[in-house]
């Protein structure tokens, strides 16, 4: 039999679903899960999804894995995750924010403590919520969905933005408690990423090789690229390009720096060598991104 193929799914596709509120290509929300026509087919996502089940039952596998979600449950799917086998009962509630991978970033800049939300749901991607902190994501969805489709004024990004982030206070607060239990079962590569992650968070502006990175935690090149696939499933290369990639996407949208300025402090030999890098890394030129 042949293996079916993987599909990419989008922002653009996902605004094409029925939906209670969409802010641009950054944020799209979701009152009525069980309308939303979810593929037969696996598919590759490029994008965030967070969403509450408050009613029903959902079933799904990601990354092959199999993960059953119940009223109650607080699901998170990160960018690169395939999804397939979903299967909902036709009683299915929820609430459900849909982030671009761009958008989030933005929102997470230089607060480490809330990237770890969605690096600890790569490893429990399903998290059931005590009321009080189901009513808290609930209330959080109740104002985010009123900016949007209230009156557009100058700063109605900005304000959803900071509404976003406090929420991702909330629910980290809620992991870091969990994480309190679990910690005992971490493996040494979970130990090995997460130092890593803060590493990178850290020093990317200046530094992007590998080797160095496994120098400062003490261990071999080869074995914490073994160590970061078996927790992440991404290699160490592709963690640095995505966290550098965010630095330059915030710099040049954030600042007035100059490209070349950018490029001196981000430790690129010249602007062009930080040109090629952008462009193969997000389909456009610095400049092209800056006005777009």
Known sequence: MEKPKILETSMELAKQWENSGVLGDDLLLLDHMNEVPFPREPRRMNFILMALCTGGQVRYTMDTQEQVVNPGDLLI????????????????????????????????????????LFLFAR????????????????????????????????????????????????????????QQLTDTNKTRADVIFTSFIKLVEDNCRHER????????????PKYL?????????????EWIDNYVTMEL????????????????????????FLGKYFKEHTGMSPSEYRRS
């Open 77 to 116: 799917v990160g960018e690169r995750h395939v999804i397939d086998n979903y299967e909902a009962s036709p009683d299915l509630k929820g609430l459900c924010f849909i982030v671009s991978v761009k958008f989030f970033h933005e929102i997470i800049k230089n607060v480490s403590n809330v990237s770890a």
């Open 123 to 178: 490893k429990f991607p399903v998290l059931h919520l005590k009321d009080r902190d189901q009513n808290v994501f609930k209330e959080y969805y109740s104002m985010i969905r009123s900016k949007i489709k209230g009156e557009e004024t100058p700063f109605r990004t900005d304000l959803i933005r900071t509404l976003m982030l406090a929420m991702f206070y909330d629910l980290s607060n809620v992991i870091y408690h969990f």
């Open 209 to 220: 090789r590998v080797s160095w990175y496994a120098s400062q935690l003490d261990i071999t």
């Open 225 to 237: 690229s073994e160590c970061i696939k078996r927790a992440s499933r991404r290699t160490p290369n």
């Open 249 to 272: 996407r915030v710099m040049l949208k954030n600042t007035t720096k100059s490209i070349r300025d950018i490029a001196e402090e981000m430790n690129f030999a010249n602007q062009s």
